[in-house]
């Protein structure tokens, strides 16, 4: 089926070191490259260079290097294919959730095969199970680990297009060049991709030898580019799971219990229902009770007149004052005692938030009794596919999992609920089903980030911070979505030691100060209580560094500083420091305001990147503050795609306005009071500043994550901008969090 063609050897800026790639030739029609690494790949001799090793003890380990450790066995098994029209088809094995990675893979692979981009497409692969690791989507970690793959197998495929040229030219190789999809020859005759194909598929050209162009080479890469799916979207073109034309399946919803994770005891009126206009069936699952109907609508009326006895739920007596008394109880004792030195205490309580992905969760399942179909936007397909399976009874092997692009994620799609309810309900009615969660079904009985409440105590002697040490108790976040099956795999080589949960590693590996403040400790303490929770954009560091940028300000302050003067003499790294002076620089730091009106800055750095984040507000009326400007500097060590690099920047603004500001779930009786984007208070178009800047630094090193760099930073500057205008230390987040509406029925 396959034999190797090429082999390739160089320094990666991914972090994983000098490896041997080698390239496969997969049997198919037309060019289709499949790459390996791995020890199978190399010389007995090579092997000890074909492993990737960890940071070193003076290095800060994050969660995106265990990610790529991971990743490295299966690393280059990606697909890439060259068709008759001219066009390049990569697999990605990562989920697309608006965070633009088609779009930066497309880049590398029109950089690497000198090809327009418009050229390069970039589809997503099926769950792939022996990839093992190695399609996860999270931890900021998609460009990270497949910055060398993806231009490895491109350069692999453009060596053998040369070379089938060059033979069928009886020209050397080494004399020609490649320019916008054609190979080219010294006396200008040219070959395109497309007629070179088939031939570059079938011809035995031996091994050839390939090297991803030099970075300095590079013309596309690091240059702004719009999205390559952004028309599509915007024109209602681009198909999302519930746009498939599968033939008949039919729409699906579920009546869901009153309180999280009650189940059904009795259908009371089960009859009448089936007899509404266009029910088609009705089932008892796991979750609740389904509707299958011809049309949504039908679905929706006839899951909201169903009549249900419900047996009780895991959280049923819990509200936010129960919560919040839990996790004060919780959090563990400082070490140090606020004796000889001066001092400051500070505590903070983040409410539950939801992920609120514009698209809910929804999936397509065709269920038969020798095997299952399945099409959803999963970010962790490979556990997808293994627990749906388990739920059919199935074996793994006759289940297939589409993955599909979805609206929106910021954690969510790491679970894929959706899927396997699907599948449950497509089983238990013997017939294909499309099932679209609610926004309703989503708010409340979605996941959410994880209520927490933080103490913070540092002291200080003689203008230096002695102490600094930070507790954290939180709800407990499920991490039961494949990441913590990486952490096991992987725990003997973490340099976090002892009998840690999936949670504190977690923690220890994404959560680090950046300041020199002394013994500086941070503890995370969980409390099990029984929520639908998950992992929110940026996790722990959200809530986190959030509330340390906060007591920053408050330091500084006891010591008569400028905030940003002392955040500049502790930051420990030079790049941390850089981008604060972009921002303070750009954002006009120290200019007068007026009354009602304040600045607020903060950093935070996270998977090899860093940024700053500088506000301006308006907060005249407390209760209705706004942010009016918003200076953003980010240094993502080598940015492909800096104009995605400034759409993730403002979404975790916007991520940072809501949160910090209003954005909240209220719980009453073991369920979220808010259903929908009216009551779950998400910053509006008004609430958003007109006047942002995002500066994306100039390269500085390897590459790093982007995905969730930019939430911490603008919830510490908004909150502290707060504190400036009104002279209210915020204590509590979303710092305006009424219960100003009627809540549906449950």
């Given amino acids: ?35 390996k690494i791995g020890i199978d790949a190399v010389a007995p001799e090579e092997a000890e260079a074909v492993i990737p090793t960890l940071p070193g003890p003076a290095e800060i380990l994050d969660l995106g290097d265990v990610l790529i450790l991971s990743n490295a066995p299966t690393a280059g098994l990606l697909v890439l294919e060259v068709r008759e029209d001219g066009r390049v088809r990569l697999e990605l094995p990562r989920t697309e959730v608006g965070q633009g990675i088609t779009t930066a893979n497309a880049m590398l692979v029109a950089e690497e095969m000198d090809l327009p981009l418009d050229r390069v497409d970039v589809v997503l692969s099926d769950a792939r199970p022996e990839l093992l690791f190695n399609q996860l989507t999270g931890g900021s970690n998609t460009m990270r680990s497949l910055y060398t793959p993806v231009r490895t197998a491109a350069a692999a495929a453009r060596a053998r297009l040369v070379a089938t040229a060059a033979r069928q030219w009886g020209a050397k190789a080494d004399r020609l060049s490649t320019r916008d999809g054609a190979v080219i020859a010294p006396d200008g005759r040219r070959m395109g991709y497309g007629a070179l194909s088939k031939p570059a598929a079938r011809a035995d050209l031996g091994k050839l030898t390939v090297t991803p162009k030099a970075e300095s080479a590079h013309k596309l890469v690091g240059t702004p580019q719009s999205r390559k799916d952004a028309r599509a979207m915007v024109t209602g073109q681009l198909k999302y799971t ?19 994770n009650g189940t ?21 699952i796991k979750t609740g009770v389904a509707v299958l109907a011809e049309t949504f609508g039908q679905a929706l009326d006839g899951k909201n007149a169903l009549d249900v006895t419900w047996n009780g739920g895991t959280v049923d007596g819990e509200n936010n004052a129960t919560i919040k008394k839990k996790l004060r109880a919780a959090a563990l004792p400082f070490v140090v005692p606020p004796l000889l030195t001066q001092y400051v205490d500070g505590e903070f309580d983040f409410a539950f938030a939801s992920h609120a992905p514009l698209e809910t969760n929804s999936a397509v399942a065709d269920v ?27 074996p793994v092997n006759k289940v297939t999992v589409h993955v599909q692009q979805a609206g929106g994620s910021f954690g969510r799609r790491l679970f894929s609920d959706g ?39 540092a002291t200080f002697a003689l203008g230096q911070v002695l102490t600094f040490e930070h507790r954290v108790a939180s709800v407990e976040t499920d991490w039961g979505h494949g990441l913590g099956e990486v952490l096991t795999a992987f725990a003997a080589e973490l340099p976090v030691g002892g009998n840690l949960s999936f949670a504190q590693t977690v923690f220890l590996l994404t959560v680090k100060s950046p300041y020199n403040f002394g013994v500086t400790t941070q503890l995370l303490n969980e409390v099990p209580v029984d929520f639908h929770t998950g992992a929110w954009r940026s996790v722990y560091s959200s809530s986190t560094r959030g509330a340390e940028e906060i007591m920053v300000d408050e330091i500084a302050a006891k010591l008569g500083k400028d905030p940003v003067a002392f955040r500049r003499e502790f930051i420990k790294n030079e790049r941390q420091r850089a981008v604060l002076d972009k921002v303070a620089e750009l954002g006009e730091w120290g200019k007068k305001m007026p009354k009602g009106f304040a600045q607020g800055v903060a950093v935070h750095g996270e998977y090899k990147s860093y940024t700053a984040c500088l506000v301006e507000m308006d907060a005249r009326d407390p209760k209705n503050p706004r942010v009016t400007k918003a200076t953003i500097a980010v240094d993502v060590g080598k940015p492909i795609n800096p104009r995605g690099i400034e759409a993730q920047m403002l979404g975790g603004l916007t991520d940072g306005i809501s949160t910090t500001l209003t954005a909240g779930l209220h719980i009453d009786k073991g369920l979220p009071l808010e259903g929908s984007y009216s009551q779950f208070h998400y910053a509006r178009q008004k609430n958003s500043p007109k006047d942002v ?20 930073a603008p ?16 204590r509590s987040f979303p710092i305006n969090f009424p219960i100003d509406f009627d809540p549906f029925p449950r």
């Fill in 242 to 260: 519930l746009d498939l034309d599968v033939p008949g399946a039919k729409p699906a919803m579920v009546r869901r219990p009153p309180t999280i």
């Fill in 693 to 712: 800047k995002v500066f994306v630094m100039p390269e500085t090193g390897e590459i790093g994550g982007a995905g969730e760099l930019g939430v911490p």
């Fill in 715 to 730: 919830v510490g500057a908004i909150a502290n901008a707060y504190a400036r205008a009104t002279g209210i230390k915020p």
């Fill in 419 to 457: 899927a396997i309810e699907a599948a449950r309900i497509s089983k238990a009615m013997k017939r294909p089903v499309r099932l679209m969660w609610s926004r309703i079904d989503d708010m409340r009985h979605g996941r959410a980030r994880a209520a927490s409440h933080h103490k913070i105590r």
């Fill in 1 to 35: 089926m396959a034999s190797p063609t090429t082999g390739t050897q160089e320094q990666d800026p991914g972090g994983l070191g000098r490896r041997r790639f080698l390239s496969f030739l997969v049997a198919a029609p037309t060019l289709t490259i499949a790459t």
């Fill in 368 to 394: 038969r009794e020798d095997g299952a179909t399945i099409w959803s936007g999963m970010k962790v397909p490979i556990l997808a596919k293994q627990n749906i399976a388990a739920e059919l009874g199935l």
């Fill in 264 to 284: 059904v005891k009795k259908v009371n009126n089960e009859a009448a229902v089936r007899a509404m206009p266009g029910i088609i069936d009705i089932a008892v």
